[in-house]
């Protein structure tokens, strides 16, 4: 009976995940876990299991570490754009090399801020998920220490945007050549096709990351 009928098999799925995370979090004292189960339980619909794949956190983490090299681990407030369920805020959070006084997860949807703010929920104050628009954020008036986003495909025009930040802002910017996927409306061809479409003025890393299906590239520096 143990083998053709498991003690869990009246659960869903989501029970199970959540029982999964919820003592894997207990084990390794993680808030990152911890708050991965709260979203499993509480936000049934969030695409959680895509927004935390492992090609989404392979390229997160990898961005983490460069950060790190190129700019150290203390700001004073982190702008995310494009934030959608808070992952990169939540693994900023988690990571020790990091001393974040306040991070915003920015994002145009409406629906992706409860999300993130159950995940990043042990930040406290730290963290705060906003539903804007990044073309019309008051970047002056905000004086991020860092803006990211790591979804510059999704921009028609990137210089434009850019274009709104104060001189010597730090940026990390991420696109990919991924050109088969139809919300990809401004690829790149190449680490250089970027580094020429971004024009930053001072570029303190530069790099790419292959994975299976296109190359992740990515810039650190100031605007």
Excluded at 13 to 37: K, M, S
Excluded at 157 to 169: C, I, K, S, V, Y
Aim: aromatic fraction near 10%.
């Amino acid at each position: 009976m143990d083998v053709t009928q498991p003690r869990n098999a009246g659960l869903d799925w989501h029970e199970q995940a959540f029982d999964l995370t919820r003592g894997i979090a207990a084990y390794v004292n993680c808030p990152l876990v911890a708050g991965l189960a709260r979203v499993i339980t509480k936000h049934p619909k969030a695409d959680i299991a895509n927004a935390f794949n492992h090609k989404q956190v392979a390229c997160k983490m990898w961005a983490l570490d460069r950060l790190f090299e190129s700019c150290g681990g203390r700001f004073g407030r982190i702008w995310v754009l494009g934030g959608w369920y808070g992952v990169l805020p939540a693994m900023l959070f988690n990571d020790a090399r990091f001393d974040i006084a306040a991070l915003d997860s920015i994002d145009i949807d409406p629906e992706v801020a409860p999300v993130a703010r159950t995940l990043n929920r042990e930040a406290g104050d730290r963290f705060r998920a906003l539903t804007a628009d990044m073309y019309a954020l008051d970047y002056a008036a905000g004086q991020p220490d860092l803006v990211v986003n790591t979804s510059c495909e999704h921009i028609a025009d990137l210089r434009a945007w850019l274009a709104l930040l104060p001189r010597g802002t730090n940026v990390l910017l991420q696109s990919n050549d991924y050109f088969s996927e139809p919300t990809h409306i401004n690829c790149v061809a190449s680490l250089a096709a970027f580094e020429a479409m971004a024009a930053l003025r001072e570029v303190r890393f530069s790099g790419e990351l292959p994975t299976k299906n296109y190359t992740r590239f990515m810039l650190i520096g100031t605007v």
